[in-house]
């Protein structure tokens, strides 16, 4: 689908979609309870059911009503898997699930989309080496099959935080003990801590380096912490506990939102948790950075910030953005796709392996088709750029991966679509 874009401002008041990486793991937490649970305010975008999808092939029962989804969870360690586990193009559900698949035991295969699959897997594979499970990696599918068996587990911090959640999933429901050591430096801080906060909801206890509860979200900005490596230790024979749970808004999303305020749009954002532990929750402060001046920013703790952020700065005054050697390995290359889309702009993108240079510059009306990379953050930024200049982006359907009425919505704050088939 591609959907040509006015030149147009965005007004009103809007609710922030539910935070997709929250619901996952409190889908997952509420799966492997005992009992019936209560998930509010789900939205089934494509990565959502992704998991869903995964939890009822491992007995997991569940009925969405409205946006509240009802959870029977299933004994992970005596379920047979029915087929195979679908995880789509969701790389969380694919890392998410791998470890809860060694804990069951049986032979269990992992599939998805040919994207999802090129995607690093390594820090599983050398466990599974380590310890003699069974670990097939093709190019249609993975097979594992454990049982996963407690102890201690050393992972490099410098990777995505979805190995961590993984293990942090699955290492409560084994016989033992079990030592989590993360390796500094750490990167993606924010996503470890919104795992333990969910595993607490659930009555997981873990102890950790870290500090909790209401120190968590200044913990998150300590560097000495990321910079020393984090210990967990997590306690055998735990039990998930069933929930009634809401997922908060999401801060990753709402950026797109609160962006067409930058350029004379009138948007109030609601539903955001001011307490929140997502690390996307610092994108206003980074709008007035890059609103005021020519900055220097990490996205060490905030990634998928990556592409808004990159629009921002072209619209303005440029901007150095460094620790961002990870966004080639999300749903595109998004460090190299957006340069050559912001170019169809007229804005100037060096990238280099760990930073990306925007220089200042003028932004003009593209002269040709802009491409979503099938990347659903890629596809919203260029639409808040376009509601600027005008534009047509084709391959808009990727925004079905976590915020699938995200057109409907603009549309209705203003923003003048025309839908082309």
């Known amino acids: 689908m591609k959907i040509k874009i006015k030149p147009s401002l965005a007004k009103g008041c809007v609710t922030a979609p539910p935070s997709k990486s929250m619901a996952h793991r409190l889908l997952i937490c509420a799966g492997l309870a005992e009992g019936q649970s209560q998930i509010n305010n789900i939205v089934l975008s494509e990565d959502i059911s992704a998991t869903l999808d995964c939890l009822q092939a491992l007995g997991v029962k569940w009925k969405i009503n409205n946006k509240t989804i009802a959870i029977h969870g299933t004994n992970l360690k005596n379920c047979i898997p029915r087929g195979n586990l679908n995880c789509r193009e969701s790389g969380s559900t694919l890392r998410f699930f791998l470890p809860l698949a060694l804990v069951n035991g049986n ?49 490099p911090g410098n990777i995505s935080s979805q190995f961590v959640t993984g293990l942090l999933f699955a290492l409560p429901l084994l016989h033992g003990d079990s030592l989590l050591n993360i390796t500094p430096p750490i990167e993606s801080f924010s996503y470890i801590l919104m795992t333990i906060a969910a595993l607490q ?7 950790s380096n870290i500090q909790t509860s209401e120190n968590m979200l200044k913990a998150k900005h300590l560097q000495n912490v990321q910079n020393e490596g984090i210990n967990i230790t997590i306690q055998g024979n735990q039990k998930f506990k069933s929930g009634n749970k809401t997922v908060e808004g999401d801060y990753s999303n709402a950026a797109f939102l609160s962006a067409f ?26 709008f007035t950075q890059l609103t005021k001046g020519n900055p220097l920013i990490s996205l060490k703790n905030c990634p998928d910030l990556g592409p808004i952020l990159f629009s921002v700065a072209a619209a303005f005054n ?22 050559a889309e912001l170019a169809k702009f007229g ?5 280099k392996e760990n930073s990306v240079q925007i220089m200042p510059g003028t932004l003009k009306t593209p002269n040709e088709i802009l491409a979503g990379h099938n990347d659903h953050r890629i596809v919203m930024s260029l639409a808040i750029l376009c509601s600027i ?13 976590s915020y699938p009425d995200f057109f409907e919505i603009i549309e209705q704050l203003g923003i003048e679509l025309e839908y082309i088939k």
């Not at 909801?201 to 102890?207: L, M, Q, T």
């Not at 305020?261 to 929140?276: P, T």
Request: proline share 2%.
């Open 261 to 286: 305020n930058l350029f004379g749009g009138k948007v109030e954002v609601k539903g955001l948790k001011i307490d929140s532990l997502q690390g996307d929750a610092v994108y206003p402060e980074f």
């Open 318 to 339: 440029g901007a150095t953005f460094i620790d961002t050697q990870r966004l080639a390995i999300k749903e595109s290359d998004r460090a190299n796709a957006m340069a």
């Open 347 to 351: 804005s100037i993108v060096i990238v």
């Open 389 to 401: 200049t005008g534009g047509i982006i084709e391959n808009t359907e990727a925004v079905n991966k």
């Open 107 to 155: 032979k269990i295969n992992l599939t998805g989309s040919k994207y999802l699959l090129k995607r690093p897997l390594d820090v599983y594979h050398h466990i599974a080496q380590e310890r003699n499970y069974l670990f097939e990696h093709q190019a249609t599918g993975i097979t594992v099959q454990g049982p996963l068996t407690h102890g201690q587990y050393r992972i």
């Open 201 to 207: 909801e659930f009555g997981i206890d873990v102890s």
